[in-house]
């Protein structure tokens, strides 16, 4: 009965993944077709601004024929009358506003003058007395018509506005305007349709002759979208009806992302539970060998203690390349395995870190390689690397691209081998010594275990290159938006100013994005100096005062009696205030008011304690283990990288200090910093 219960326990497990799978990708749907109806919205909105200012640019022309005089006293007149004059006036404006033609009636819609008098169309000289633009305008009304002119299939729109001659109704002023002109100033790149009220089609844009049916569809928050499939690809319809115009606008936008977004949920959630799942498997047997393990415990502990000095002082480094093979990024593990920094080989060749053997010509096959069809990844790849200073080391090198983001180029991933190399030379003379049955158990297990070594390894470097990417990809994406906005505003100072601004506003972020991983690898500070804690505390709260006025937050602070002086480094010790501030003022951002802030400054004998303390929602207690661990958060993703705290643990400890967090009975969070007061080496007096 027992044998049964492991395939259960698997059938219930997949069953848990395909759940979890199924219901993220849901989610994931959601969630997409909402900022998809949001994307649409706004879209819709710009387009029918368009068309209403491309139609502001033309219906102004009716209403100055019926301003002429000339035009007035050739109603007047019988029909007899010669209209040369008039149609000259008339081809002067056409040709000066850019319309198709201008045309004036007389109250049964006979044709009496045309800016086309040169070259008449047999169409312009039946009546339209029974064309709705010509009744508007005859009951008094600007007048608004598309008309399907048969000559050659085109569509032309009509405007049209009564003349009036002393309050009396003489005749009728007209502008036509093909839509092929119209067209020049409707820039639009998606499908766009307009219909009347009984749903003929009279003007579009990229979009099929005929739509499938609707499919419906309500999301979570109630919002309606409306989707439709045109040759298998899914759009996303959005519509309005203009009164004035009596017009349904209509477009499209394709909602294939939708569908990727979803499968990529899918496949992360069941990777991930695929993962977990062969961990499990892998610590059940690990389990099941412990009794072989036992029967060699000594040599067994020898062998274990010197795998775990070689994975401790592995080194993995990281450097970007572009589609040349050129550096763009070398990250400090890489910098100082090759002894050169990142100014020193930015734009240079990657070959110039290679030694020479017959190894290289590998990798620098792979390179030749990149940006074309025939590039294959590179994967453990043993080759020599050369220092700055000449000398000659082993490494492991694997080339990938970028998942995703082909923009960015390749990812070179550089292992030292150095020391794995003796310890594997030791390693083998110490497993010779063994029986042959041990040494094949061992060997096995060896190679298990550094398996899940490596997938530790690089699941950390996933971790940390999806944080960075994530977080730096958002602002360029709204980088590339902004500017595609602001070359559509070159004409308008004040708008394209306001884009300038925002785009400043990415790039600071950037800064800080970037600034906390710098700051997250500052070394600890050769010399403390005295830091006036009063004078760092009021500098940090200044710093703070429009977000304390945004958020109405009640600040409680009394300044020390006396001056106390921290050891430490004032800048380093100012940043730890700002981030645990800054902490506090985002966990109570969405916690109703009021919001409270309290900093609180003891003196003991061994030091200077310092409380800062919030009313928010207070620390989840399995975060605690966590808490000052890099790139953990609790925010959502795309608020932060998780370094903030171990920073502020990193600084701490670097100044001989110590930090720890807690909730408050009353609730809320509150963090206390240990430090230590600063002694003059010259007396040996703490000031």
């Not at 949001?38 to 209403?63: K, S, V």
Request: glycine share 8%.
């Amino acid at each position: 009965m027992l044998s049964f219960r492991p395939l259960v326990l698997m059938l219930v497990y997949a069953a848990t993944v395909i759940l979890l799978a199924f219901e993220g990708a849901s989610y994931v749907r959601g969630w997409s077709l909402a900022r998809l109806h949001a994307e649409g919205t706004d879209r819709l909105l710009g387009n029918i601004t368009q068309l209403r200012t491309a139609l502001d640019q033309y219906r102004y022309l009716p209403f100055v024929l019926t301003q002429s005089r000339e035009v007035r006293n050739l109603l007047g007149s019988g029909r007899n009358v010669e209209s040369d004059s008039v149609n000259r006036y008339l081809e002067q404006i056409n040709l000066v506003a850019g319309s198709s033609a201008l045309l004036v009636l007389d109250t049964e819609g006979v044709l009496r003058a045309s800016s086309n008098w040169r070259d008449q169309k047999a169409v312009l000289a039946m009546p339209q007395a029974q064309m709705r633009y010509f009744k508007q305008a005859m009951a008094g009304n600007e007048g608004r018509q598309f008309i399907h002119e048969g000559r050659s299939g085109r569509t032309s729109l009509y405007l049209s506005a009564p003349i009036y001659d002393r309050q009396q109704l003489i005749g009728v002023a007209a502008m036509r305007l093909e839509l092929d002109q119209l067209r020049e100033h409707l820039p639009f790149e998606h499908p766009f349709m307009i219909k009347d009220l009984a749903g003929n089609r009279l003007f579009s844009l990229f979009a099929p002759e005929t739509l499938p049916p609707v499919e419906p569809e309500l999301l979570a928050d109630g919002t309606g979208v409306e989707l439709v499939r045109i040759e298998r690809t899914p759009h996303m319809r959005f519509s309005v009806t203009l009164d004035d115009l009596s017009w349904e606008i209509s477009i499209l936008l394709d909602a294939r992302a939708v569908r990727q977004q979803q499968q990529l949920a899918a496949g992360g959630i069941a990777g991930g539970g695929i993962a977990l799942g062969l961990l499990l498997l892998y610590v059940r047997e690990s389990r099941q060998k412990r009794a072989l393990q036992r029967a060699q415990a000594r040599e067994r502990a020898l062998i274990q203690e010197r795998q775990q000095d070689m994975i401790s002082t592995a080194q993995v480094g990281l450097i970007n390349i572009d589609r040349t093979g050129h550096i763009q990024f070398i990250n400090p593990m890489a910098m100082q395995q090759f002894g050169v920094s990142v100014e020193l080989m930015k734009n240079r060749p990657v070959e110039t870190l290679l030694g020479s053997g017959e190894a290289t010509g590998l990798l620098r096959e792979t390179l030749a390689k990149l940006g074309t069809a025939n590039f294959r990844p590179l994967t453990n790849a043993e080759l020599v690397g050369r220092r700055s200073d000449g000398t000659l080391f082993p490494m492991m090198v694997s080339v990938r691209g970028m998942a995703h983001h082909p923009e960015l180029g390749y990812l070179v991933t550089v292992i030292d081998i150095s020391r794995r190399k003796r310890l594997e030379q030791a390693l083998r003379e110490a497993n010779e010594s063994l029986e042959q049955k041990v040494t094949e158990r061992t060997r096995a297990l060896e190679e298990a275990q550094s398996e899940l070594v490596q997938a530790g390894k690089l699941a950390a470097l996933g971790r940390m290159s999806a944080s960075v990417v994530h977080e730096l990809n958002q602002p360029l994406t709204a980088i590339r938006t902004y500017l595609a906005i602001a070359r559509r505003q070159i004409e308008n100072p004040a708008m394209l100013a306001d884009n300038m601004d925002q785009l400043e506003g990415l790039v600071d972020r950037m800064a800080l994005i970037t600034g906390q991983l710098k700051t997250f690898a500052y070394r600890k500070p050769e010399k403390l100096e005295p830091v006036a804690l009063d004078q760092s505390i009021d500098q940090v709260l200044a710093l703070f005062k429009g977000r304390f006025d945004e958020m109405q937050l009640q600040l409680e602070y009394r300044s020390p009696s006396g001056a106390i002086y921290l050891a430490g480094d004032q800048a380093r010790f100012e940043q730890v205030l700002i981030n645990l501030i800054k902490n506090a003022c985002d966990a109570m951002q969405h916690e109703p008011e009021p919001h409270r802030l309290e900093i609180g400054v003891k003196e003991r004998d061994d030091g200077v304690c310092i409380e800062l303390s919030d009313n928010g929602p207070g620390i989840d207690p399995e975060s605690f283990d966590q808490l000052f661990e890099p790139f953990f958060t609790t925010k959502e993703v795309g608020s932060g990288l998780g370094l903030g705290l171990a920073i502020v643990k990193s600084i701490v400890r670097d100044l001989g200090g110590d930090i720890d967090a807690f909730n408050r009975p009353e609730g809320g969070a509150c963090f206390r910093l240990r430090m230590k007061r600063y002694t003059d080496p010259s007396n040996d007096e703490e000031l």
